[in-house]
């Protein structure tokens, strides 16, 4: 090796830098319009009192293992037993994160000579794993079925046999907008294809009792569907919810579930809360849409934004430099709104990502919405 050791790490930052794209952590501040903690239930009492109710009665922090090994709890298993009623399927799965268990459905279940369509704007996580795994990946348009189906019959043309899987979210964590859930779930019935579904950002938020945008189809075997704990659930981890038989195939073969130390029991706790909440709560969802109908208004109004109709509202700007400059300027006014640059979105669509939770009200929004007035009309 010749040369400074850190040479080329410094030449990438530095490069990062000159194109506006360097990221550097910050802590906590202002109003919350940053967080995906839509229903705030991260701090709420009902989760505090069953963390500290689970530690009084002796659950361990650390699972101290896999799952396969000594690390499978008693509050993994109730927490998925749980999981698979309220969702409505066959079989539940506790992983450590939505990112892991997103690359490792990817990575485990389609095999080699398979298909995998990825919608082109779906998770990092499923990117990664798409790449990771054995079967042939392409990407469709976003959220256009015909697209889906068009790269599909092309595979099918070329003479190849295996099976069809078809990976979306249901609700884009960067644009706001849902996936056509009905005309994917027919396109996989067509082609007796699988539907992997990242339900991360409409867990909690959207569907009956807040189980999600595919929750009228789960159950069925062929749809998977991954319910992320860390956002509107307010602890961490992730479900995967599905078919027995594919579960029991994950348990066995899923290299990042088999080898990785199991989730803290105590995540296990309050993520079971946060689903009792879910069912004893639904106020918190009327308010939480309440405040998703209030901002679309208010941002039309005086932003000129087309609404996305979600708690993610995207306020495209384009321009690296710019967009992190309105970022600044409505942070230092207490508005904790942060700025989203690629490789996140694509070229071009540097954007401020506004969330929309509880942990805010309509005058904490107000007053929000005329501090973009009046920094755009300057910046």
């Known amino acids: ?163 069809i899987w078809i990976g979306v979210e249901s609700l884009y964590s960067m644009d706001g907008d849902r996936a056509p859930m009905a005309g994917l779930m027919a396109l996989a019935d067509r082609h007796d294809a699988f539907l992997i579904v990242d339900e991360a950002h409409a867990t909690g938020v959207w569907g009956p009792d807040g189980r999600g945008l595919a929750a009228a189809f789960e159950g069925r075997d062929n749809i998977i569907a991954l319910h992320t704990c860390g956002k509107a659930l307010g602890a961490s981890g992730a479900l995967v919810t599905g078919p027995g038989t594919l579960c029991d195939y994950l348990v066995n073969r899923c290299r990042p579930f088999i080898y990785a130390t199991a989730p803290s029991p105590l995540m296990a706790v309050a993520a079971r809360e946060a689903l009792s909440i879910l069912a004893d709560e639904p106020l918190r969802r009327v308010r939480l849409h309440e405040n998703v109908a209030f901002a679309g208004r208010q941002l039309a109004e005086r932003c000129g934004v087309i609404p996305s109709g979600s708690q993610i509202q995207p306020f495209i700007i384009g321009d690296n430099s710019r967009t992190m400059a309105v970022a600044a300027a409505l942070q230092a006014r207490g508005f904790d709104i942060r700025g989203i640059r690629p490789p996140t979105v694509p070229e071009g669509t540097s954007r401020l990502r506004i969330s929309l939770t509880l942990n805010v009200d309509e005058a904490d929004i107000s007053a929000m919405v005329e501090a973009l007035a009046e920094v755009l009309a300057t910046a």
């Open 1 to 163: 090796m010749s040369g400074a050791p850190l040479a080329r790490y410094e030449a990438t930052l530095q490069g990062l830098a000159r194109r506006d794209r360097l990221r550097t952590l910050s802590p906590r501040a202002g109003l919350d319009f940053s967080s995906n903690d839509y229903l705030r239930l991260a701090a709420s009492k009902r989760l505090g009192d069953a963390v500290a109710a689970a530690i009084a009665r002796g659950t361990p922090v650390g699972a101290t293992g896999s799952r396969l090994l000594r690390g499978n709890a008693p509050e993994h298993e109730a927490l998925e037993a749980d999981a698979a009623a309220f969702f409505g399927s066959n079989r539940a799965l506790f992983f450590g994160s939505g990112y892991i268990a997103n690359f490792a459905l990817l990575t485990a279940l389609p095999q080699k000579g398979d298909l995998l369509v990825l919608d082109e704007l779906a998770h990092a996580s499923m990117h990664e794993g798409a790449r990771a795994g054995r079967a042939e990946f392409k990407l469709a348009a976003h959220n256009d079925v015909d697209a889906v189906e068009d790269a599909i019959k092309r595979w099918r043309a070329e003479g190849s046999v295996g099976r």
